[in-house]
């Protein structure tokens, strides 16, 4: 194998992480990442497109999203329309499929990355209704009976929240990884990677603060590594040095979302 | 060897199926493991786990499958006990030390280290927390984690470069194992029946089919016809009987509930809580403190709603029958609870009563007249299908 990943410049991976990508690379199978929010399960797309130089095509999943909009999409009120008005070969139907992410990336020449973004947000079968098309990287359109079929066998990367369960046919399938919540050391580099400059005293101090927040038990919704990195950057562009850090907890609402928790925190201090 | 490691994961109920097992065997000859047992370990659980729930089980299966392989690893710290790793778990924080304290602390050298951490492990009987003699987190004891020590020997807590077993004896997934009986996607996919779809409201889809009517009868010209989506129409109210002994279903009863309220759009969804029967008041929280009048909200309810009941149905006779029967003594019912729970069928004639007591128990006698009242069913997947065929 030549191309393997291990992370970008902008992108830190431990170990696991890129040991994962590179088993589901070599074994062309779809790769499963859950995690809390903020652990940066989109960005590895965007990390893994990056460092092995392959395009990357987005889907990002909604409520509403079904299945067949990620291989193709038949546009029949613009042919009606160059009907009506002369535009255009109304004749050959395969001007107006367009295709979708899925679509677009088994007709790419180069390999592709393919990111299925919170694919959890769906209904619960939109999973099962890809297992065909994931499996075998091919499809028919059915307006003009022509068959795509994967020319590369793209990267898939499919991210979910674990806000429904998924079924069990798509999860065997999948290569599966569970992204944990960064500890203080490898925090400590993803820091670095966004904020170079940082003093280390704030960065610690900052981080010691982080880390506490986390434990409270009171919080419903504990802060994540974006919410770290926007909250180091507020403190940063406020110019405020260490010493003011150590008994005040500046631009609170940077890291607690929710009215309730800023509250639940004022009244435990 | 692998073959035997499939069987001893499905023993330890893992749910591995002979695909993975196949996935398994191919990223092998490709080499994806690095022909160590770590990399082993990695692997196998990518390919072979695929919930976060089982990483647990996984690591107690490994660290059993291959404790007795010889292993060549030089640290000792694969025989670290549960207790050990339990008492470090949950970190104090770092304390700030000044620069005396510094120095005061002893620098030790490797060989020296290793032979205390052995004596200490021998000698120490609970947990420590901050301290700078035990092992424990958050102390200046050379040993543990979350301390500050110059030449500290991490014991639990985040490192790098372990080998498997040290992983897999480590078991940092335990709390995010549950042995569930009958899953949230289980139940979801049962309610899912409940839809009841028709076209109303939301974002306007192409008609195809009348638009190339309508186009036809309009001589050519294009006439596009768009209708809503179809959505779903279900209005529903959930009844939760919390509390007494309902206390050993309280689990599957809000996994039930979880999935009505996360995995559907339902038009309208309700919830309320009450203990045994519900009479004049019923509760919008569990520990019922938050009250809404039943009459309000019965008032504000209609026959297109539906309704599940879930409760045991078990309670004292008076409870359901007569009027001051509720089981809260300071609580007096002016009616009797078997006329509030008619009220509730002439509003909603479509409810069905779901009971997570076995079917074979249900022979109390407010159960009997409960049963009559409402088609009654076990919380049970095909209880479920069932109790939803019935109010659909």
């Known amino acids: 194998m030549t191309n393997t990943f291990s992370g970008t410049s902008s992108y830190i991976a431990d170990g696991e992480l890129s040991n994962v990508v590179n088993v589901a690379l070599a074994l062309q199978k779809p790769l499963l990442v859950r995690g809390e929010p903020g652990t940066g399960k989109t960005l590895l797309a965007h990390a893994v497109a990056e460092s092995l130089q392959m395009p990357l095509i987005r889907w990002h999943v909604k409520s509403s999203t079904d299945a067949a909009e990620g291989l193709y999409h038949y546009d029949t009120v613009q042919r009606l329309n160059d009907s009506r008005f002369g535009d255009g070969d109304v004749s050959n139907i395969e001007h107006y499929i367009k295709l979708g992410p899925l679509g677009r990336a088994f007709e790419s020449k180069q390999r592709t990355v393919v990111l299925i973004d919170e694919i959890d947000k769906a209904d619960l079968e939109f999973p099962n209704d890809l297992l065909h098309e994931l499996d075998a990287m091919r499809f028919t359109v059915d307006e003009t009976g022509r068959e795509i079929i994967a020319r590369q066998r793209p990267f898939v990367l499919i991210t979910s929240n674990a806000e429904k369960e998924l079924p069990d046919a798509f999860l065997r399938r999948c290569i599966f990884h569970y992204i944990n919540f960064p500890g203080p050391a490898l925090m400590r580099d993803i820091v670095a990677v966004h904020h170079p400059d940082l003093e280390q005293r704030l960065l610690e101090r900052c981080l010691e603060k982080f880390y506490w927040l986390r434990e409270q038990p009171q919080l419903r919704k504990q802060p994540s590594t974006s919410e770290l990195i926007d909250w180091i950057g507020a403190l940063v562009r406020s110019g405020l040095d260490a010493d003011e850090l150590s008994d005040d907890f500046p631009f609170l609402g940077v890291l607690l979302k929710k009215e309730r928790d800023l509250l639940a925190l004022q009244g435990s201090r | ?392």
């Open chain 2, 1 to 392: 060897m692998f073959v035997n490691f499939f069987f001893h994961l499905r023993k330890r109920g893992i749910p591995v199926s002979i695909t993975e097992f196949l996935t398994l065997l191919e990223a092998l000859e490709k080499g994806l493991d690095d022909a160590s047992l770590t990399g082993f370990y990695w692997l196998a659980r990518s390919v072979l786990i695929k919930r976060v729930e089982h990483f647990d089980r996984y690591d107690a299966a490994f660290q059993e499958f291959f404790k007795d392989l010889p292993f060549s690893a030089p640290e000792r710290r694969d025989d670290l006990s549960d207790e050990l790793l339990q008492w470090l778990e949950g970190a104090q924080f770092l304390r700030e030390l000044t620069d005396e304290q510094q120095q005061a602390l002893q620098q030790l050298d490797l060989d020296e280290l290793r032979q205390q951490f052995e004596e200490r492990l021998q000698e120490q009987t609970e947990r420590h927390d901050g301290g700078s003699h035990w092992i424990g987190t958050g102390g200046t004891s050379p040993f543990g984690h979350s301390g500050r020590h110059p030449s500290g020997m991490r014991v639990g807590g985040s490192g790098q470069h372990r080998s498997a077993l040290q992983v897999a004896s480590q078991r940092r997934f335990k709390n995010l194992r549950t042995d569930r009986v009958l899953d949230t996607r289980q139940i979801g996919v049962a309610l899912r029946k409940l839809r009841h779809l028709s076209r109303k409201g939301g974002d306007e889809q192409l008609d195809l089919d009348a638009t190339i009517d309508e186009t036809a009868r309009n001589a050519g010209d294009i006439e596009l016809v768009f209708r809503p989506p179809r959505q779903n129409q279900v209005k529903l109210l959930l009844l939760f009987d919390v509390g007494g002994s309902m206390n050993p279903h309280t689990e599957l009863t809000s996994r039930l509930f979880s999935a009505a309220h996360r995995a559907h759009h339902f038009k309208a969804f309700k919830a309320y809580y009450f203990h045994n029967c519900f009479y004049e008041t019923l509760y919008s929280d569990m520990s019922r403190q938050k009250g809404e009048s039943t009459r309000q909200i019965l008032a504000n309810l209609d026959r297109s709603w539906r309704c599940f009941v879930v409760g045991d149905a078990a309670m004292a006779p008076p409870e359901l029958t007569q009027p001051g029967g509720c089981i809260n003594y300071f609580q007096h019912n002016e009616e009797a609870g078997i006329t509030w729970l008619r009220r509730l069928r002439e509003t909603i004639p479509r409810t069905a009563w779901i009971n997570p007591d076995k079917p074979q128990w249900w022979g109390s006698y407010t159960t009997r007249q409960i049963a009559e009242l409402f088609p009654m069913f076990p919380l049970t997947i095909d209880g479920l299908d069932r109790a939803i065929d019935e109010i659909r």
